[in-house]
């Protein structure tokens, strides 16, 4: 796990190595543990590593193979590294490390971008061809790793974040009225390749993006499950149990690769306890495991610590408990906020932050549980779509799904930031009528699955802990895992409140009161309810000179939020203050003017 960054120049000149030098340095939370550059002709590359696998100084970045002609630079963790690397010594290749990404440089030199497939992991990767000046941007097959490009007729950056692109300088940075529109369809979310700001972009999942030395590139999109039905296992409830539970024995097995040791996020919900329990299973003694909790804000508990314990002590974990006071917040918030890509407006990003901080002094991998509702369908609106026929999959997704309708976002904004369409619904209509999905269940999760989660979920856990040297892995979005529960009749998802397959392995190995227990997350009152001093720095977010001069909400509706802050909520009981804040204090944190 690491940071890349890179320039490459299409107009004769040379990149320019300061602002690589700039992007890298920002880059340094994400790999703490070396640094790298490199340049030849148009094009630059920098590295922060992350020491993982093959901690020697033969596995540094940027990875250079001469005789090969192939220079890379590699963020992520290629779980089948070890069977590929003997499947290329059989094709005549030569290692000078242990690393996976060689393996990749490999694999590259071999089978060119159709390497993809072969990748079974988490990736984000630039490879430069010395021989063509060529550049290839690749990104996993769900979005795990973020890939960020801004680009003009002159030169094409790109890197793991947006802020270290930002430190490059030369960005536009005015909004992006379609992902401004986004933003506040879906709960702060901007599926790629947007982002709220006009001059950057992303490198879509399970995409090669191919850059000629001329700046013209093309797309090619490598992977996506059709999302229908598996004859071979039909309509049995107890085949699709014991298909899914081998997988996702294979998923966790996977992640474990690693020369240091591996822990487990364990919130005590269903899905990290699986983890946790197949890794037991699988011979694995006194796991490292780590649970958080929040004090109580509005008799809302915030911590779930009863069920995590529960886990830890039938399974004799290492377990590790920390309880936040509300004081801390504040600089939490803060420090939040600073390690975001982009603005996020789930609460649950500061508390998977404070984890990370405490969790990175123990260990630099961990399992978590993310995805695992995405893929089988365990959140409760997914009930409602399932009802709608096919052809109206894309009313009953807005309809169950949508934070607001088109006429209630434009009267939020000042006229200025208006997209003048309804751009969130068009955006979901395209994607409802691609072929495949059989069913208005099988098109929504297809949405979520591919489009949506890599920028909400997958991208707080990312950033959150890549922030403090910590390496996430989510076996949930092994893609094989994934292929398998979009083939999942709908039924046997939905059934027994959403998730109905992953309960039934659960009741085999978990204790009851974890299956059937309400469903969970990770709770941070205070932010919920807008608490003192949470709300103080709301407050001065919005009332700023920067944020008046920006003008981006209403300002007759900013007063109507500072003045009842808990009243107003999305069609979803999300806190509509918090949105509009949210990305208003992101903007001011990374110097947006």
């Given at each position: 796990?690491?940071?890349?960054?890179?320039?490459?120049?299409?107009?004769?000149?040379?990149?320019?190595?300061?602002?690589?030098?700039?992007?890298?340095?920002?880059?340094?939370?994400?790999?703490?543990?070396?640094?790298?550059?490199?340049?030849?002709?148009?094009?630059?590359?920098?590295?922060?590593?992350?020491?993982?696998?093959?901690?020697?100084?033969?596995?540094?970045?940027?990875?250079?193979?001469?005789?090969?002609?192939?220079?890379?630079?590699?963020?992520?963790?290629?779980?089948?590294?070890?069977?590929?690397?003997?499947?290329?010594?059989?094709?005549?290749?030569?290692?000078?490390?242990?690393?996976?990404?060689?393996?990749?440089?490999?694999?590259?030199?071999?089978?060119?971008?159709?390497?993809?497939?072969?990748?079974?992991?988490?990736?984000?990767?630039?490879?430069?061809?010395?021989?063509?000046?060529?550049?290839?941007?690749?990104?996993?097959?769900?979005?795990?790793?973020?890939?960020?490009?801004?680009?003009?007729?002159?030169?094409?950056?790109?890197?793991?974040?947006?802020?270290?692109?930002?430190?490059?300088?030369?960005?536009?940075?005015?909004?992006?009225?379609?992902?401004?529109?986004?933003?506040?369809?879906?709960?702060?979310?901007?599926?790629?390749?947007?982002?709220?700001?006009?001059?950057?972009?992303?490198?879509?999942?399970?995409?090669?993006?191919?850059?000629?030395?001329?700046?013209?590139?093309?797309?090619?999109?490598?992977?996506?499950?059709?999302?229908?039905?598996?004859?071979?296992?039909?309509?049995?409830?107890?085949?699709?149990?014991?298909?899914?539970?081998?997988?996702?024995?294979?998923?966790?097995?996977?992640?474990?690769?690693?020369?240091?040791?591996?822990?487990?996020?364990?919130?005590?919900?269903?899905?990290?306890?699986?983890?946790?329990?197949?890794?037991?299973?699988?011979?694995?003694?006194?796991?490292?495991?780590?649970?958080?909790?929040?004090?109580?804000?509005?008799?809302?508990?915030?911590?779930?610590?009863?069920?995590?314990?529960?886990?830890?002590?039938?399974?004799?974990?290492?377990?590790?408990?920390?309880?936040?006071?509300?004081?801390?917040?504040?600089?939490?918030?803060?420090?939040?906020?600073?390690?975001?890509?982009?603005?996020?407006?789930?609460?649950?990003?500061?508390?998977?932050?404070?984890?990370?901080?405490?969790?990175?002094?123990?260990?630099?991998?961990?399992?978590?549980?993310?995805?695992?509702?995405?893929?089988?369908?365990?959140?409760?609106?997914?009930?409602?779509?399932?009802?709608?026929?096919?052809?109206?999959?894309?009313?009953?997704?807005?309809?169950?799904?949508?934070?607001?309708?088109?006429?209630?976002?434009?009267?939020?904004?000042?006229?200025?930031?208006?997209?003048?369409?309804?751009?969130?619904?068009?955006?979901?209509?395209?994607?409802?009528?691609?072929?495949?999905?059989?069913?208005?269940?099988?098109?929504?999760?297809?949405?979520?699955?591919?489009?949506?989660?890599?920028?909400?979920?997958?991208?707080?856990?990312?950033?959150?802990?890549?922030?403090?040297?910590?390496?996430?892995?989510?076996?949930?979005?092994?893609?094989?895992?994934?292929?398998?529960?979009?083939?999942?009749?709908?039924?046997?998802?939905?059934?027994?409140?959403?998730?109905?397959?992953?309960?039934?392995?659960?009741?085999?190995?978990?204790?009851?009161?974890?299956?059937?227990r309400p469903k969970g997350y990770f709770p941070v009152p205070a932010v919920r309810y807008m608490a003192e001093p949470v709300l103080a720095r709301v407050r001065d977010a919005l009332t700023a000179p920067e944020a008046r001069?920006?003008?981006?909400?209403?300002?007759?509706?900013?007063?109507?939020?500072?003045?009842?802050?808990?009243?107003?909520?999305?069609?979803?009981?999300?806190?509509?203050?918090?949105?509009?804040?949210?990305?208003?204090?992101?903007?001011?944190?990374?110097?947006?003017?």
């Amino acid at each position: 796990m690491c940071g890349v960054s890179g320039e490459m120049r299409f107009d004769g000149g040379r990149p320019d190595l300061a602002a690589v030098e700039r992007m890298t340095d920002m880059l340094e939370p994400r790999g703490p543990d070396g640094r790298g550059a490199w340049s030849q002709g148009a094009v630059a590359l920098g590295h922060r590593r992350l020491k993982i696998i093959d901690l020697s100084e033969c596995g540094a970045q940027p990875m250079t193979d001469t005789q090969l002609g192939l220079t890379a630079v590699f963020n992520g963790c290629i779980y089948n590294y070890r069977e590929l690397r003997e499947r290329l010594e059989g094709l005549g290749h030569r290692f000078f490390s242990r690393s996976d990404t060689e393996v990749v440089v490999k694999a590259y030199a071999e089978w060119g971008r159709a390497c993809v497939q072969s990748l079974i992991g988490m990736f984000a990767f630039a490879v430069v061809e010395h021989h063509t000046g060529r550049v290839v941007l690749v990104r996993d097959r769900l979005g795990i790793k973020p890939l960020y490009v801004t680009q003009d007729s002159d030169r094409l950056r790109f890197a793991s974040t947006l802020p270290a692109l930002l430190a490059g300088g030369g960005v536009d940075t005015s909004l992006d009225l379609v992902a401004l529109h986004q933003y506040l369809s879906w709960h702060g979310t901007v599926p790629a390749p947007r982002t709220v700001l006009a001059g950057v972009r992303k490198i879509p999942p399970a995409t090669v993006r191919v850059v000629e030395r001329d700046g013209t590139h093309r797309d090619h999109c490598y992977w996506q499950p059709s999302y229908t039905r598996n004859p071979e296992l039909g309509e049995d409830p107890a085949l699709w149990r014991e298909a899914v539970h081998d997988a996702l024995r294979t998923a966790v097995r996977r992640r474990t690769v690693a020369d240091v040791p591996v822990g487990v996020l364990l919130s005590g919900g269903l899905d990290s306890s699986l983890i946790v329990a197949l890794l037991a299973e699988a011979g694995h003694e006194e796991l490292p495991t780590f649970a958080m909790g929040f004090e109580a804000e509005n008799g809302e508990d915030g911590d779930e610590f009863r069920y995590s314990d529960l886990i830890a002590r039938q399974f004799s974990t290492d377990h590790h408990q920390f309880m936040i006071p509300s004081d801390r917040l504040p600089s939490a918030l803060e420090a939040a906020i600073g390690a975001m890509s982009e603005p996020m407006v789930s609460h649950d990003a500061v508390a998977f932050h404070m984890l990370s901080e405490q969790v990175s002094k123990e260990v630099k991998v961990v399992l978590c549980g993310q995805g695992a509702d995405e893929v089988f369908a365990g959140y409760h609106w997914y009930p409602q779509i399932a009802a709608a026929t096919r052809p109206d999959a894309d009313e009953a997704y807005a309809d169950s799904y949508f934070d607001r309708t088109h006429a209630d976002l434009t009267a939020m904004l000042h006229r200025d930031f208006t997209a003048g369409h309804d751009a969130s619904m068009e955006f979901v209509r395209a994607h409802m009528a691609a072929p495949g999905a059989a069913t208005a269940l099988d098109a929504a999760l297809r949405m979520d699955v591919h489009a949506l989660m890599p920028d909400d979920p997958v991208k707080r856990v990312d950033n959150m802990t890549m922030a403090w040297g910590l390496e996430a892995r989510v076996p949930f979005l092994d893609h094989e895992l994934v292929e398998l529960a979009a083939a999942c009749p709908p039924r046997l998802k939905l059934a027994q409140g959403g998730k109905a397959v992953l309960k039934d392995i659960g009741r085999k190995i978990l204790p009851p009161e974890v299956v059937d227990r309400p469903k969970g997350y990770f709770p941070v009152p205070a932010v919920r309810y807008m608490a003192e001093p949470v709300l103080a720095r709301v407050r001065d977010a919005l009332t700023a000179p920067e944020a008046r001069r920006r003008g981006v909400f209403d300002q007759r509706l900013v007063h109507e939020l500072l003045a009842a802050p808990n009243r107003h909520r999305t069609k979803r009981g999300a806190n509509t203050l918090w949105q509009v804040a949210s990305l208003e204090i992101w903007l001011q944190k990374h110097g947006i003017k």
